[in-house]
């Protein structure tokens, strides 16, 4: 009996050690799909940026022509920025006195799309500051950061930013409302490319206001505030004509349920 008990045992070590084999090799085999598909999502990758690079080239001369026309729309750009959602916020009064000076905007990927991009204002010469560009660039690098250039703004005497010093507090991803928009250009510290938000203003006008600007030119706050008005009133007005409308509703049936009580009272007495 304890021989057959031995004889159990190391059979069951022995399928034990075969099941152990068996999960091993099907980890290698899967490991090796794993990495097959790594190869072929960096193939992926690979083909997209080039295919990306090949649409920037054939999008750039169209985004000049764009320029061209919105060159003779009076104040496109200080319309679009103010009718925006988020970038309306950011413009002081006297930014958008400057704005009125904007001539063009550029939004420009580097050759190789993930090294970085750069954002560029034209203005018409204006009695604010000497440039007649101002340029905010974000390189990618390889470690991981993100360099932020930008141009250095040379305000004319007696103009600049308040008390010519910037208000922001550091790390702010954009600036306060009751700040100048053009502090932006001042932020320019290194950053974690993995930080949540590299630059929010940046971000917005790169992949929401460039792509289709005509939209927020298009669209005026002020008109839909005045529609959101105009169905406030509209829903009070149906509110009122419901409740006097529920009130004599409710005075017709008290008076009828009185005439029941004094019908029934006569009936009672005749009785």
């Not at 008109?223 to 409710?250: L, V």
Request: charged share 40%.
């Amino acid at each position: 009996m304890v021989a057959d008990k031995g004889k159990k045992l190391k059979a069951a070590e022995k399928g034990e050690d075969e099941i152990d084999v068996d999960l091993v090799v099907s980890i290698e085999k899967l490991q090796e799909i794993q990495d097959d598909l790594e190869k072929i999502n960096e193939e992926a990758s690979d083909k997209v940026l080039e295919i990306e690079q090949k649409y920037n080239e054939i999008r750039k001369p169209v985004y000049d022509k764009r320029n061209e026309i919105i060159k003779s729309i009076p104040d496109f750009w200080l319309t679009a920025f103010l009718s925006h959602p988020a970038l309306g916020e950011l413009l002081t009064e006297e930014d958008q006195k400057i704005f009125k000076y904007l001539s063009s905007m550029d939004v420009e990927d580097f050759k190789d799309v993930k090294s970085g991009y750069s954002i560029t204002f034209t203005f018409n010469p204006n009695p604010y500051f000497e440039n007649t560009k101002l340029t905010k660039t974000f390189t990618f690098r390889e470690e991981g950061t993100t360099e932020i250039t930008a141009t250095p703004i040379k305000w004319k005497e007696g103009m600049g930013l308040p008390n010519g010093v910037n208000h922001g507090n550091k790390g702010s991803k954009r600036p306060l409302p009751d700040e100048s928009f053009f502090s932006w250009f001042r932020e320019t510290q290194e950053k974690d490319i993995h930080d949540e938000v590299l630059d929010e203003v940046a971000e917005i006008i790169k992949e929401d206001l460039w792509p289709n600007p005509l939209t927020y030119f298009n669209n005026d706050p002020d008109e839909e505030d005045a529609y959101g008005d105009e169905e406030d009133e509209e829903m009070k007005e149906t509110m009122c004509i419901h409740n006097i409308y529920g009130r004599e509703g409710n005075s017709s049936d008290d008076e009828e349920e009185e005439e029941d009580d004094d019908d029934d009272e006569d009936e009672e007495e005749e009785k």
